[in-house]
């Protein structure tokens, strides 16, 4: 006999919302964790005077589903818009020579044609995908009719007219998805850029987005408590099993949980190794072996002292070094107070990072921004760092798919196969991050009750 009606594998954000919404429409939900947290790839970390968030950073103002349950649950929002300015206090890093941004637009490395000189190279390619996107709306990327634009980023760039020098610095220096240019469909960009349009019109006015007093991380936490059934933490699924009349999880400590219905909430890199029976097939199975997720590694430093009052420079920096982009970030009581720094690496540096010992990957970033700006010398010290792509419950952020892959797969992957359903933000078809991973978990429970 089913021990429940569904059996949610996966606590992080799309399969806490699938089991809570299941919950409350009237279905007995069990939910198994392998780590011994909840959240997934939503994930506050802190110490004593610094918080950072390693995952799920900020809320987008249109991100409606996320919102909702925050407000549902009594999770405060906060609105970081007052923030805004301070996103764009941001320099540029080239072969370790500073440029403001300010000389950026006449510096003679810069290889944008005319009508792009004043566009800094991390909003680049973001520039030229709201420009010239083809999608009406952001769900027409899995429509036929733009099949033709499912071609490296890089050969997309080539055809407006762009040189290599221009693709390297407009898209290459750390990466968001790939290693580079060659390793991404346009057809992606052209997605995420068509959906940063439509959150544009969701969003109240004047808002750009929000966080969470105390960290995102209590919005998962706060789905997990509405569960009836505690979360199973520290229950890894080493297999599935998928049968006419439901599905059994078979957990690595030898227990099974039989159930009418399954929800697999993994990150797809997961799903990858995961033993299923019957296995997968078709397209579905040449996603979970195919479909990549982008490495990321963060370094978070805090500082003895302001050096960046005394070299003059922007507090962030965005480079071509191996420290990647230098985030400012301000968790005090005053916005205009730095409390920390973080380095989001990217991409093949991210990757190269990950292969090295914990200790020699602070001691690498931090003698990267040493060289680039000496009054850091001496001032700066490693107080975490979380590697997405050298975590064994992710193996990566979020996923992002290689030319061809679109039209290979992207419409089929999340399919059900038979009675075992799939979430997760790489499933998302409207949406993206966060709020793609709940559009996704709505649609696995739509199914669930239809069925």
């Known amino acids: 006999m089913p021990s429940c009606d569904v059996v949610v594998i996966g606590a992080g954000l799309a399969g806490l919302h699938a089991a809570l919404t299941l919950q409350e429409a009237g279905c007995d939900v069990r939910v198994l964790e392998a780590q011994q947290r909840i959240g997934g790839r939503v994930h506050s970390m802190g110490r004593p005077g610094l918080q950072t968030e390693a995952g799920g950073t900020y809320i987008g103002a249109g991100y409606t589903r996320v919102i909702g349950a925050a407000k549902k649950l009594g999770v405060p929002l906060i609105d970081v818009t007052p923030m805004l300015e301070f996103f764009r206090e941001q320099d540029l890093v080239l072969g370790e020579e500073i440029i403001r941004q300010s000389e950026w637009p006449t510096h003679p490395a810069n290889p944008f044609p005319e009508k792009d000189r004043d566009v800094m190279p991390w909003n680049f390619h973001r520039v030229l995908t709201m420009r010239e996107n083809p999608l009406e709306r952001p769900e027409d990327w899995l429509d036929p009719r733009f099949a033709a634009y499912d071609v490296s980023a890089h050969d997309w760039m080539v055809s407006l007219g762009l040189d290599e020098r221009a693709i390297r610095i407009g898209y290459e220096l750390n990466p968001s998805f790939g290693n580079d240019a060659r390793d991404v469909s346009a057809l992606l960009l052209f997605f995420r850029a068509a959906f940063s349009k439509a959150q544009r019109k969701l969003a109240p006015e004047g808002s750009v987005g929000y966080t969470i007093e105390g960290g995102v991380q209590r919005l998962p936490d706060a789905m997990a408590e509405r569960l009836r059934r505690e979360v199973e933490l520290g229950c890894p699924v080493v297999g599935i099993d998928v049968h006419p009349g439901g599905v059994v999880a078979h957990c690595a400590d030898g227990s099974n949980v039989s159930a009418r219905f ?36 963060q370094v978070y430093l805090a500082s003895k002292t302001p050096f960046w009052e005394e070299d003059g420079y922007a507090p962030s920096l965005f480079t071509d070094s191996v420290a990647g982009m230098i985030a400012a970030s301000r968790n005090g009581e005053d916005p205009t107070e730095i409390t920390s720094l973080t380095a989001w690496v990217m991409g093949p540096a991210a990757a190269r990072l990950d292969q090295l010992p914990e200790a020699e990957i602070g001691r690498e970033v931090v003698a990267a921004i040493e060289r680039i700006r000496p009054a850091a010398k001496g001032r700066l010290e490693v107080v975490g760092l979380k590697s997405w792509g050298a975590d064994p419950y992710a193996r990566g952020a979020w996923a992002y798919f290689r030319p061809g892959q679109v039209r290979e797969f992207a419409a089929e992957m999340g399919r059900p196969h038979g009675r075992l359903h799939f979430c997760g933000e790489h499933l998302g078809v409207a949406s993206r991050g966060m709020e793609g991973a709940m559009e996704s978990a709505d649609r696995a429970v739509a199914a669930i009750l239809e069925a």
């Open 262 to 297: 399954g929800i697999c909430a993994l990150p797809i890199g997961i799903v990858k190794d995961l033993p299923i029976d019957p296995p997968l097939a078709g397209p579905q199975a040449r996603a979970a072996q195919l479909l990549h997720s982008q490495p990321i590694t």
